[in-house]
């Protein structure tokens, strides 16, 4: 066991050791070494934080032709240091009528359960929390604290447009977390496990292969869970002012903010964990699980940059049209390909690797062009009934 | 008296305590609130018994759909009944001897039973409770019956409950 | 098995100490001159009327519920799915009847027209 | 270890607690929470008796989850029910709801 191959283990033995070593029982000693290793965990997430911040601002600032954050620091790298200052001495503001416990809960719950998924990302197979055998339903669970937070914080702070802005936020999310549920239940399916560390260990051939349109509508369901343009409910500015944390100032407003950062990246990290590998590049893993563990953080930046990409090219759908897309569309498909997902996997996974890799892509493309057909089908049918049925243009008219 | 012991009567206590206010408290969103509290209690309980997949999933149904569900109940019945109005019954004292003959003689019941006190066995490293689950509910020797019957009465339920609640006056 | 839940629940105990740690940093270094007309409810500089329980229409509702009962279908599908690798195409058409007939559900909902935000 | 007395006396506490709120609670919405904690106290039952018996044998983990979808149903359909006679009578008393047909 020496320090490269596996070093999470080897500093928790030696403090083992040296604790023990110190009179101390066995039982503590490993409390103290797990409590020491969640708040590493923790403190490094917090740091990466505020990173994101800086990357957000960088990003969209050059998705919109400007320069960003470049005059504290080198590149503006100190700018967000500078915000959190910022943000800690601002006079917090709670609104008259507030339900105070609940009004300062509700941050505090929301960025918690952001905290909370990272304890079964398995940043290399040495370097993981925990791998739960129900990591896939931890994370809708973990997810649904924060749904709890936005209600909380709604409700607590005395405010009519807060409030509706949750109501909409809420039916927007759990809509959307039906074909999330869905999709997972993908890997799941194929790797025959939910543990994250499990899946990630199946994916000799990565499940986007498997199940492309999968992959599509995780993404597309994690950025309407996150709250992201174009399914930015909470900051229809123009309808309900900022949302459910419209009364939240300083710190308090700082945390959602922050939260929703981490959770971008978080997902963008389980994108690559279900699809993509996670740890996993060509073998390039093997060489030490600091290795790994970037090729995951590189991949969940990717998968950021992606939803960063979507948030500032897309505009805004309109509420209804969002649910509708969710419920008539999204839901259905992901029923659909799962169905699908688990008859070709219980036929062909014993046969030919590529034979297995050939059908499902197969399965996926029959898949993809007949929902495209449907849909064109059913636009036809509604621009009929609005503009009287379409006459075929005859030659030489 | 060993950690998880600790854990229990901790855990116990919130959920007990947290209990006694969703049926007392008058704001009917601290009730929910309260009862999310609960919930998650006993989500904790199922954790030390080994059954994590049903602690998340306690999270995952009660607190992620049940609670919400609940408050947006809430919100949709703005009624004549706020914090203000007494929100027990005339009789509620009654209730509360009626309560305590039922714990008493369910406590009763299980005293005169022989595997009161009786302990767990550990479970072998190796038990994956999730797939042993899952065989249970698809064989047809085990629970297939049950496990379609209930997407039935999903069925049922969802049918049901979109009819009443959309039944246009 | 106890020892994983044991993390998560040190990971709960950090998670909510860091974010109370930065609320209570902030109270302590933050000016605090609270006014009525601070702390008013936020309007865009209309006065407030009533509280703010404003009466919602039951499309939240149904949303919710439709949401309750596919969330309720997933606890089941879980263990199945996990169980897949070890088991016949029989199991799978199993799944597939049970998803089959909750799918039936949200035909009937989308016909009622319950799905469209009127 | 936990005993089983330990649980089974938790659950049958916490079931007694629910009872009291479904019998004296007005608001219909706070009877039904009342009814969670009694279907929260069933499972907790189940759940331990899987843990204590042959735990091999999943039986008390697959009651439990039926329990769970009989508890979504029982929301699904109460609440409903409880909005429904909302919008038409303006109520949300249960000793008012008393007759059967309007």
Redo the contacts between chains.
């Keep these: 066991m020496s320090w490269w191959t596996d070093p999470v283990h080897t500093i928790a033995a030696w403090l083992t050791t040296l604790l023990t070593g110190w009179g101390l029982p066995a039982w503590l000693a490993s409390l103290i070494i797990q409590f020491l290793g969640v708040v590493v965990l923790v403190s490094l997430l917090m740091l990466l934080d505020i990173f994101l911040v800086w990357v957000e601002r960088k990003v969209v600032a050059r998705f919109q032709d400007r320069l960003g954050p470049n005059r504290v620091g080198p590149w503006g790298l100190i700018q967000p240091f500078a915000d959190i200052v910022k943000l800690l001495i601002k006079e917090d503001i709670t609104p008259a009528g507030a339900d105070r416990v609940i009004y300062n809960l509700a941050p505090i719950i929301s960025l918690m359960s952001v905290l909370l998924l990272w304890a079964i990302v398995p940043l290399a197979p040495q370097i993981l929390g925990v791998d739960l055998n129900v990591g896939a339903l931890y994370i809708i669970a973990a997810g649904a604290l924060g749904t709890l937070a936005i209600i909380m914080a709604a409700w607590s702070s005395n405010n009519k447009y807060a409030l509706i802005g949750a109501f909409r936020q809420v039916a927007v999310l759990v809509s959307f977390e039906v074909p999330m549920i869905a999709v997972m239940l993908i890997p799941t399916v194929l790797a025959g496990s939910m543990g994250m560390n499990a899946i990630v260990q199946a994916q000799n051939v990565p499940f986007v292969f498997l199940a492309p349109l999968a992959a599509l509508i995780f993404i597309i369901a994690a950025i309407a869970e996150l709250g992201r343009s174009p399914f930015d409910m909470n900051e229809a500015e123009s309808e309900i002012v900022a949302g459910f944390h419209i009364e939240y100032t300083g710190m308090k407003f700082g945390l959602f903010y922050a939260g929703e950062l981490l959770h971008a990246f978080t997902f963008g990290g389980f994108w690559a964990i279900l699809f993509f590998g996670g740890y996993r590049f060509f073998g390039l893993e093997t060489l030490g699980p600091l290795v790994s563990a970037a090729i995951l953080l590189a991949k969940a930046m990717v998968g950021y940059w992606f939803i960063m990409w979507v948030r500032y090219t897309v505009m805004r759908i309109r509420i209804d049209h969002m649910l509708a897309f969710n419920w008539k569309f999204l839901t259905p498909l992901a029923f659909v390909l799962l169905m699908v997902t688990a008859l070709v996997n219980a036929w062909l996974r014993n046969s030919n690797v590529l034979i297995y890799v050939l059908a499902m892509l197969a399965a996926n493309a029959v898949i993809g062009l007949g929902v495209l057909q449907i849909l064109r089908n059913v636009s036809r049918r509604d621009r009929e009934k609005v503009e009287g049925p379409s006459q075929p243009v005859a030659a030489g008219q | 008296m060993?950690l998880?012991?600790i854990v229990?009567l901790v855990v116990?206590a919130v959920?007990?305590g947290s209990?006694?206010l969703?049926?007392t408290t008058r704001n009917?969103i601290h009730?929910?609130l309260w009862?999310i509290v609960?919930?998650f209690g006993?989500a904790v309980?199922?954790a030390?018994?080994?059954?994590g997949?049903?602690a998340v999933?306690q999270v995952v149904?009660?607190i992620g759909?049940?609670a919400i569900?609940?408050i947006f109940?809430?919100m949709?019945?703005r009624?004549?009944?706020r914090d203000r109005a007494?929100?027990?019954?005339r009789?509620?004292w009654l209730?509360?001897i009626?309560?305590?003959l039922?714990?008493g003689g369910?406590?009763w019941l299980?005293q005169s039973w022989t595997?009161?006190?009786?302990?767990?066995?550990d479970?072998p490293a190796g038990?994956d409770?999730v797939a042993?689950?899952g065989?249970?509910?698809i064989s047809p020797t085990?629970?297939l019956l049950?496990f379609e019957v209930?997407s039935v009465?999903?069925l049922?339920?969802?049918v049901?409950?979109?009819y009443?609640?959309f039944?246009r006056? | 098995m106890q020892n994983e839940w044991l993390y998560i629940g040190l990971f709960v105990v950090v998670g909510a100490l860091v974010p109370t740690a930065a609320i209570v940093l902030s109270w302590i270094i933050s000016p605090k001159k609270p006014n009525p007309i601070k702390q008013s409810t936020y309007e865009c500089g209309m006065e407030t009327v009533g509280d703010n329980w404003v009466q919602f229409k039951?499309q939240y509702?149904v949303f919710a519920?439709v949401f309750?009962?596919f969330?309720?279908e997933t606890?089941?599908l879980f263990p199945w799915a996990v169980a897949l690798g070890k088991l016949s195409v029989f199991a799978v058409l199993e799944g597939i009847i049970f998803i089959l007939i909750l799918l039936a559900g949200l035909v009937y909902a989308w016909r009622k027209g319950t799905l469209d935000w009127v | 270890?936990?005993?089983?007395?330990?649980?089974?006396?938790?659950s049958?506490?916490?079931?007694?607690?629910?009872?009291?709120?479904v019998?004296?609670?007005?608001?219909a919405?706070?009877i039904?929470?009342?009814v969670?904690?009694m279907l929260?106290a069933v499972?907790?039952n189940l759940?331990?008796f899987?843990?204590?018996g042959n735990?091999?044998?999943?039986?008390g983990?697959?009651f439990?989850?039926?329990v769970?979808?009989?508890?979504?149903?029982?929301?699904?359909?109460g609440?409903?029910?409880?909005?429904?006679v909302?919008?038409?009578r303006?109520?949300?008393?249960a000793?008012d709801i008393d007759m059967m047909k309007w």
């Design positions: 060993s998880a012991q229990f116990a959920i007990l209990a006694l969703v049926v009917l009730a929910a009862l609960t919930l006993v309980l199922y030390l018994l080994n059954a997949f049903l999933v149904i009660y759909a049940i569900l609940f109940a809430v949709l019945t009624a004549d009944l007494p929100q027990l019954n009789g509620w209730n509360i009626l309560a305590l039922t714990f369910l406590i299980f595997g009161f006190s009786k302990t767990a066995a479970i038990f409770a042993q689950l065989n249970a509910l085990g629970y049950p209930a009465l999903l049922a339920a969802l049901g409950a979109v009443v609640a039944s006056k | 039951a509702y519920l309750l009962v969330d309720v606890v089941f | 270890m936990l005993p089983l007395s330990w649980l089974l006396a938790l049958a506490a916490l079931f007694c607690i629910g009872l009291f709120g019998l004296s609670r007005k608001n919405v706070a039904l929470l009342g969670e904690l929260n499972n907790i759940v331990s899987w843990r204590y735990f091999a044998q999943m039986s983990q697959v439990a989850i039926i769970f979808a009989v508890a979504a149903a029982e929301v699904a359909v609440l409903a029910l409880v909005i429904s909302y919008r038409q303006n109520t949300v008393i000793d």
